[in-house]
């Protein structure tokens, strides 16, 4: 029970505004709607499973867990997986016991529950498995890469979303219903506030905090928005998961030739704190995977590229990655070398040991003469037209046409080529 001075007490905008129904909780209808998986638990007699909400910072997971416990007569317990080792767990879990045998179940709220490593994961089985507990677990990580598959096997995944535009918007109405007065910020502002927010609505709700300190009277433009309140650095760390999602929509955009939105995520890489040459390995890798022998230039301009950068540094390197970035993208697009491999190393795992035919074998000693090897090469530049047409493949595999260029770039003529040694090697042999 909160005492009189605490209710007393300043409360921040954000606990200010926390829903107190799942009705009230904006943007995460697709899970909270009558119709959909967590609205249909708690319509069905409040019969809940164990689960997993992962998303990003500020969409309401702590809010999300809470209100469940209230609207199904469960005790809420929240841990920090931060801040909570062994001897919590084993606490809680004797106390779920006893609440349990009194008639109330107990819904074990783990905050960061990617932070418990395996051993902790493991210990919470038993206990969600005999319904102690029903655990609510919440990440901001991707949960196929950080929970163990004994957990997940247990938990339902509720994938939650950052919150768009028109629910960051809809949280600043409910900011000027509680202040009584409007936001003193004019139009651009008001969507700078929303887009300096990135999709949390926690961190929007502090700014607008800031906002409203300002003197009376003043309207703040987007400008002077700036130095009320400092921009945080894009959501991006390098050793998970979204470094994994921008870096494969990259990618995919060099691929799909589209110029534009490579260098939009590049820029977002960046801004992100990626290191350029990591971005520059990634970039001479499509040149060679998806550019390939369409345009051979582009890996020649990849690798300028990376090592202007290393000459330069920042911002003049980047300019230089830009360049690249450019290219490849709007370079023609040809995989038929790297298939070409591919289909060339799947046979040779095949076909093993299998010798060369003799005749292309040195023969430096009179019993390697002896035995045939080197008899009947032919030396390509004494053909009349530099063209022997002798067969280099092993006898046991035959000729194999792996490298099959598009029509397409630079491809076009060696696929011109290729035609042409095949039209007099088919002459030569007959």
Partial sequence: MSSLFEDQAPRPLADSLRPHSLSEVIGQDHLLAEDCPIGRMVKNGGRLTSMILWGPPGCGKTTIARLLADQTDLYFEPLSAIFSGVADLKKVFKDAKARREGGQGTLLFIDEIHRF?????????????????????????????????????????????????????GL?????????????????????????????????????????????????????????????????????????????????????????????????????????????????????????????NAMTQALQAWESYERLGSPQGEYALAQAVVYVATAPKSNASYMAYKAARDAAKRTGSVMPPKHILNAPTKMMKDIGYGEGYQYDHDAEDGFSGQDFFPEELGRVPFYQPKERGFERELSKRQAYWAKLRKEKNG
């Fill in 172 to 296: 600043l109405g409910r900011a000027e219903t509680l202040k009584q007065r409007p936001l003193p910020v004019d139009t651009d502002a008001r969507a700078a506030l929303r887009a300096m927010a990135d999709g949390d609505g926690r961190y929007l709700l502090n700014m607008v905090e800031a906002v409203y300190e300002i003197p009376d009277g003043q309207v703040l433009d987007s400008a002077s928005l700036s130095q009320v309140v400092q921009k945080r650095m894009p959501l991006y760390d390098k050793s998970q998961e979204g470094h994994y999602n921008l870096i494969s929509a990259f990618q995919k955009s060099l691929r799909g030739s589209d110029a534009d939105a490579a260098l939009y995520w590049f820029a977002r890489m960046l801004d992100g704190g990626e290191d350029p040459k990591y971005i520059a390995r990634r970039l001479l890798i499509t040149s060679v995977e998806d550019v390939g022998t369409a345009d051979p």
């Fill in 117 to 169: 490593n395996r051993a902790q994961q493991d210990g919470f089985l038993p206990f969600v498995e005999d319904g102690t507990v029903v655990l609510v677990g919440a990440t901001t990580e991707n949960p196929s890469f950080e929970l163990n598959a004994a957990l997940m096997s247990r938990c339902r995944v509720m994938v939650l979303n950052r919150l768009s535009d028109e629910a960051l918007d």
